[in-house]
């Protein structure tokens, strides 16, 4: 699977979007990406995924840059609940495993 | 909404004692997962579970380790013999298909600690 890159930490104004990058500049051509999250300990959350479309569900809309060498997951309105280590993973459409890094540390303040 | 559930949620055990974690994926799930978080460290991928044999392990999971199907309904990690290493947090997952329309769901992890 192809690695990732994502800042360690961000802030985000509560009620405001929340713009977490992911670069993947090694994907191939059979690789998604995919998001999860994980509050505070819990088990890793889905959030969405996409191959080259931008997606957008309940939770989050994901931004794929044409080239496919990067991609944004946007929270629109983040709320303090939103508070949690976010995952950028890409693999194959039928791989098995999650390979996680370190992910990006999202702290939603008041 | 189904989800995975994972007991104990605590489990204190002395070092060389066997420990079985236990799960119980979403119903109609044919996948199942484990994974495990040192405190502080990354989420590390144990093995993968489909039609009553692995199918992927890690590094991780050696001769120590093992997984069972022993019912319909429940997934299991035994460590034979643990150690102070494996102290974490596992978590089951499980998985529908392997098609990517099908996500991989969590439970909310078994903390282990080996004093």
């Known amino acids: 699977d192809a690695k990732t890159t994502q800042p360690t930490s961000m802030d985000c104004a509560e009620g405001r979007a929340a713009n977490l990058p992911c670069n993947h500049s090694?994907?191939?051509?059979?690789?998604?990406v995919y998001w999860y999250r994980q509050i505070h300990s819990q088990g890793p959350q889905y959030i969405i995924h996409?191959?080259?479309n931008n997606e957008t569900n309940e939770m989050a809309s994901l931004i794929i840059t044409e080239d496919r060498k990067s991609s944004t997951l946007i929270l629109p309105h983040a709320t303090l609940r939103d508070t949690a280590v976010y995952y950028c993973?890409?693999?194959?459409?039928?791989?098995?495993?999650?390979?996680f890094g370190g992910g990006t540390r999202l702290m939603v303040k008041p | 909404e189904p989800e995975v559930t994972q007991t104990p949620s605590h489990q204190v055990t002395q070092m060389g004692q066997e420990v079985i974690l236990r799960c119980v994926p979403i119903?109609?799930?044919?996948?199942f997962y484990w994974y495990r978080q040192i405190l502080g460290q990354k989420v590390e991928f144990l093995v993968s579970?489909?039609?009553?044999?692995?199918?992927?392990k890690s590094e991780i999971f050696d001769d120590q380790f093992s997984v069972e199907r022993p019912d319909g309904s429940n997934f299991t990690l035994k460590i034979r013999s643990t150690k102070l290493e494996d102290s974490a947090m596992y978590f089951c997952?499980?998985?529908?298909?392997?098609?990517?329309?099908?996500?991989?769901?969590f439970g909310p992890g078994t903390r282990l600690t080996v004093t």
């Open positions: 997952a499980s998985r529908r298909g392997l098609a990517e329309a099908y996500e991989q769901y």
């Open positions: 090694t994907i191939s051509g059979n690789e998604y």
């Open positions: 996409g191959l080259k």
């Open positions: 993973i890409v693999r194959v459409n039928a791989g098995n495993m999650l390979t």
């Open positions: 119903s109609n799930h044919l996948y």
């Open positions: 579970f489909y039609n009553n044999e692995i199918s992927e």
